[in-house]
């Protein structure tokens, strides 16, 4: 399974991004997750949001909340992170990532994750 993330850019402080991550083929397993990770320059990968297989459950990052929606379609392959309000601090690479899932479940843990994206640049300006 191969992840393609895009919509990255440059951005005023204030405005907004919508990023998207298709995937090549199904997992082999019904059973699977999709997050997003960000990585800032010197910092370490962090969960941003995620999405379980149903759709029903979605989670974020505290510094996301109100800001960012994950939505989709598992089934489909494809998970979309639309971003607004964003801000300096929002700037990094955004991974997505694909993991089995052991319910219906979304996990903010980086190792739950097996598949990865190549990632899409995100800068915001002040």
């Known amino acids: 399974v191969q992840l393609q993330a895009s919509g990255g850019g440059l951005v005023q402080a204030g405005g907004s991004l919508r990023l998207s991550c298709a995937a090549s083929?199904?997992?082999?397993?019904?059973?699977?997750?999709v997050g997003w990770f960000r990585q800032a320059p010197g910092k370490e990968r962090e969960f941003v949001s995620g999405?379980?297989?149903?759709?029903?459950?979605?989670a974020y990052a505290d510094s996301v909340k109100g800001r960012y929606t994950i939505s989709g379609d598992i089934a489909q392959n494809r998970v979309d992170l639309q971003m607004n309000s964003l801000k300096r601090e929002d700037t990094g690479v955004y991974y997505c990532?694909?993991?089995?899932?052991?319910?219906?479940?979304?996990?903010?843990?980086?190792?739950?994750?097996?598949?990865w994206g190549q990632g899409t640049q995100v800068t915001v300006s002040s």
């Open positions: 083929a199904r997992t082999s397993s019904d059973l699977v997750m």
């Open positions: 990532a694909a993991g089995p899932a052991r319910w219906d479940e979304v996990a903010g843990d980086s190792s739950r994750y097996t598949y």
């Open positions: 999405v379980s297989r149903s759709g029903r459950k979605k």
